[in-house]
């Protein structure tokens, strides 16, 4: 069972269009990350959070910000979607010993046409 | 600079037989790393992880091997199956977790 959620899972969606892909963990963990992947690649940092009111940019460039006003809560949003913007992005979180890693959703397929 | 490598981007073995998948890094400061597994259209899932303290660990048909000269940790899946077929990363920690590039495994039966 999921204690990280990611919605939608797939989207399609026309260019310029504005989109927030939502994420939600149930575990009370302070640090989420949102990660970027396309095929055959690697996943990378986009966005991360510490904790409320606290985000940072991640190694890679994004045109998309997040926010953090819950704990539980870590929203993505594009004001204006582009093709370049097509990619799975998946968010996750994690707490304690980085050893344990973290625990993904289940990620959100962007498709922009 | 990429500091995690996978340099195989997929590899196929009969099911029964050993699968082995490979990583490379080049910050000898790693104090462990990780192998996620992932499925077309779904998140990372964590599979094993090993301190560089050690140079072996074992979980069921999982062990990851770690050659701290060479810069270099391997993942042995024995034996195969078919539902091993997935994305493996290899993951290592500097501040937030660094991901390879995965490579494919196709187990077939």
């Known amino acids: 069972e999921a204690d990280i959620y990611q919605t939608p899972r797939y989207l399609v969606i026309g260019t310029g269009k504005k989109i927030t892909l939502e994420c939600s963990q149930t575990m009370g963990h302070d640090k989420m990350y949102w990660y970027q992947q396309d095929p055959g690649m690697e996943l990378h940092l986009i966005h991360y959070s510490y904790g409320v009111n606290s985000t940072e940019k991640g190694d890679l460039s994004s045109e998309s910000t997040v926010s953090r006003i819950r704990t539980e809560h870590f929203p993505l949003t594009l004001e204006s979607a582009r093709p370049s913007h097509t990619s799975q992005y998946l968010c996750?979180?994690?707490?304690?010993?980085?050893?344990?890693?973290?625990?993904f959703g289940s990620g959100t397929r962007l498709t922009v046409v | 600079d990429q500091q995690v490598k996978q340099n195989s981007p997929s590899l196929s073995v009969q099911e029964g037989r050993i699968s082995i998948l490979n990583c490379d890094y080049t910050n000898s400061m790693f104090d462990y790393f990780l192998w996620y597994k992932k499925y077309p259209a779904e998140g990372p899932t964590f599979l094993i992880s090993?301190?560089?303290?050690?140079d072996k660990n074992e979980d069921g048909r999982f062990t990851v091997f770690l050659n701290k000269s060479a810069k270099h940790l391997s993942l042995h899946i024995v034996p195969s199956q078919p539902g091993d077929s997935a994305v493996y990363f290899c993951?290592?920690?500097?501040?937030?977790?660094?991901f390879g590039q995965g490579t494919t495994l196709q187990v077939k039966p």
């Open positions: 993951a290592a920690p500097k501040g937030k977790l660094i």
């Open positions: 996750a979180s994690s707490n304690g010993p980085m050893m344990n890693g973290y625990t």
């Open positions: 090993i301190s560089s303290i050690k």
